[in-house]
């Protein structure tokens, strides 16, 4: 097999899913999600829900602060 066959099936895995065709991969039958989609969708949204509860931490951190300056200048 040539390293370049091989390239190009790689390229098109990268970019549609599928090594056999410059398609994109056809969705599960029905709209539904595969398991795998199913599970990486669950972990973004987990992740999502913790970074913004980051964020909401360092907000009120950051009140906090801004406060404390305000009663310290005085």
């Not at 899913?17 to 039958?29: F, I, L, V, Y």
């Not at 539904?32 to 987990?46: F, G, N, S």
């Amino acid at each position: 097999m040539h390293s370049g066959t091989l390239h190009s099936w790689v390229s098109r895995w990268r970019r549609n899913g599928s090594a056999s065709s410059d398609r994109p991969a056809e969705p599960a039958a029905g709209g539904r999600m595969h398991d795998a989609e199913r599970a990486r969708l669950e972990r973004l949204r987990r992740e999502m829900s913790e970074k913004n509860k980051r964020i909401r931490e360092l907000e009120m951190e950051r009140d906090v602060l801004k406060r404390c300056m305000v009663l310290w200048v005085k």
